[in-house]
């Protein structure tokens, strides 16, 4: 990271040491994760085809392109951190970002961990239940336990939780490059079995909006490196070169792998077994083929230690903005990690293990996720209407934004007019902000007696977690 440096006004600023090459990094190392070891299950359950199921894959890498290439406009030209949040703040006001943070804290943060962590639980258990499908209850309290450990690990130590991050990054990347070499080996040898009739599938549009969605949850993290702009150097000319270069590098791979789990599992285990890769590793390795699961649990262990760090952070920073409940924003005096955003963020987590089916977890954040992102899109072409004057470094050509927004519409109303239920429940849970925000935002007369019950929780939660706000530790230790 940045160290910061005083500028001729005395205040602190970020030095600039993120290279191209780390910023390339970065984003691959945020993409890749537990998705492209359950995720082609979901593409082929909802098309059956192989031929579909690899363009599909195709495809979600260039939207997911297209879609950092608008993140890098809205990332130079608003220089505000929070992202998605930050964007719907400056194009739309107060009351929209309000709702993107919302659905974050009860939809779109604790399902994405959620996600990840029985995708650990599943790839532990698997090797013990060869023959069918592990235990679900075995499943979620795995990754109730992964969850709880995580947390404790990221509210003891920042360093402990770096560390995590950096050791376990590199086991996904092993477990891919052993997967892409030998089904590229067994293609070879002449095994293509599995590539006869590719074509033959499903191709109604929900089947299609839904495998998109799948494919599109393990591109996520794509827009991971506008968090960082402030310290990449030359940021105008390295953002979107690290996108071009990290981009399509992903999309190779995650094509390369899919081609390899085709070779090699039979499309009945595919659209049976989540844990494709544990399958394949049978069928190849034998007696070795515990590695993979080994390899991606660890893969799987980091990115929840990731999503927890991140979303913790994104909490305190709505509860600085005041967006979020103040108790967000208190961090401990000593380890500077905060404590309270960090348990809420667990317990919702946990509270989504009461399902155990990772795709219909997937396909109910998924349209939230995609509303925010094209919101902030839209925010993006609005901006450039209501605020030509402020720079803007980078500007794509408006192509781009409207392809983009093209995809995530039919992504939105597919999936609405196919399955409504789920549709209904996100927008509902979304919609549920709109009076909290009027309530304990906007509402500044409140009586006193939710500043004393406000004010009761805030002090049971530093003295509980020996917290404070995080500008009384920088004068601590200033």
């Given at each position: 990271m940045g160290e910061e440096v005083p500028n001729g006004d005395g205040k602190l600023v970020l030095k600039r040491k993120i290279t191209l090459f780390n910023g390339v990094g970065i984003i691959i190392g945020t993409i890749i994760g537990s998705g492209i070891f359950i995720s082609p299950t979901g593409v082929f359950q909802h098309t059956e085809s192989v031929a579909t199921s690899l363009i599909i894959w195709l495809v979600c890498g260039l939207l997911s392109t297209l879609g950092a290439l608008c993140y890098a406009e809205l990332g130079t030209s608003i220089t505000r951190s929070g992202g998605d949040y930050a964007y719907i703040y400056a194009a739309?006001?107060?009351?929209?970002?309000?709702?993107?943070?919302?659905?974050?804290?009860?939809?779109?943060?604790?399902?994405?961990?959620?996600?990840?962590?029985?995708?650990?639980?599943?790839?532990?258990?698997?090797?013990?239940?060869?023959?069918?499908?592990?235990?679900?209850?075995?499943?979620?309290?795995?990754?109730?336990?992964?969850?709880?450990?995580?947390?404790?690990?990221?509210?003891?130590?920042?360093?402990?939780t770096m560390r995590i991050q950096d050791v376990f990054t590199t086991s996904k990347l092993l477990a891919l490059v052993i997967i892409i070499i030998a089904g590229v080996s067994y293609i070879c040898i002449g095994h293509t079995e599995n590539f006869e009739r590719p074509f033959e599938g499903k191709y109604d549009a929900g089947s299609i909006a839904l495998a998109f969605y799948s494919g599109l949850f393990a591109f996520g993290g794509w827009n991971y490196l506008n968090f960082v702009t402030e310290e990449l150097q030359d940021p105008y000319k390295n953002l979107p070169r690290a996108i071009w270069i990290a981009m399509p590098m992903v999309t190779i791979i995650y094509v390369m792998a899919n081609l390899a789990y085709f070779a090699v599992v039979s499309k009945m285990d595919m659209k049976s077994n989540t844990a494709v890769a544990v399958v394949f590793g049978d069928i190849l390795f034998g007696g070795w083929s515990w590695l993979i699961?080994?390899?991606?649990?660890?893969?799987?262990?980091?990115?929840?230690?990731?999503?927890?760090?991140?979303?913790?952070?994104?909490?305190?920073?709505?509860?600085?903005?005041?967006?979020?409940?103040?108790?967000?924003s208190l961090f401990h005096i000593e380890r500077q990690t905060p404590i309270p955003s960090l348990f809420f963020t667990c317990l919702i987590s946990l509270l989504m293990l009461t399902t155990s089916n990772v795709f219909d977890l997937i396909n109910y954040f998924s349209q939230t996720l995609w509303l925010s992102v094209g919101a902030s899109v839209i925010g993006m072409l609005w901006l450039r209407k209501a605020k030509p004057d402020i720079p803007r470094p980078i500007k794509v050509n408006i192509v781009i934004p409207c392809l983009f927004l093209v995809a995530i519409g039919c992504l939105v109303i597919i999936p609405a007019i196919t399955n409504p239920k789920d549709t209904g429940i996100g927008i509902a849970i979304m919609l549920s902000g709109i009076p909290v925000y009027y309530l304990c935002v906007?509402?500044?007369?409140?009586?006193?007696?939710?500043?004393?019950?406000?004010?009761?929780?805030?002090?049971?939660?530093?003295?509980?977690?020996?917290?404070?706000?995080?500008?009384?530790?920088?004068?601590?230790?200033?």
């Open positions: 739309f006001g107060p009351l929209p970002a309000f709702l993107r943070i919302w659905i974050a804290l009860l939809i779109i943060r604790p399902t994405t961990q959620a996600i990840v962590a029985l995708t650990f639980g599943h790839y532990v258990v698997k090797p013990f239940f060869p023959e069918c499908d592990p235990p679900q209850d075995a499943v979620k309290l795995l990754a109730a336990v992964c969850l709880i450990i995580l947390t404790a690990i990221n509210c003891i130590s920042v360093r402990w699961p080994v390899f991606v649990a660890l893969s799987t262990f980091g990115g929840v230690n990731g999503v927890l760090f991140t979303s913790a952070r994104l909490f305190a920073t709505g509860a600085q903005e005041g967006h979020m409940p103040a108790f967000f906007r509402w500044k007369t409140k009586p006193d007696s939710y500043h004393k019950f406000s004010g009761c929780v805030l002090r049971f939660m530093q003295k509980l977690c020996s917290c404070v706000y995080l500008d009384s530790i920088e004068k601590m230790n200033n």
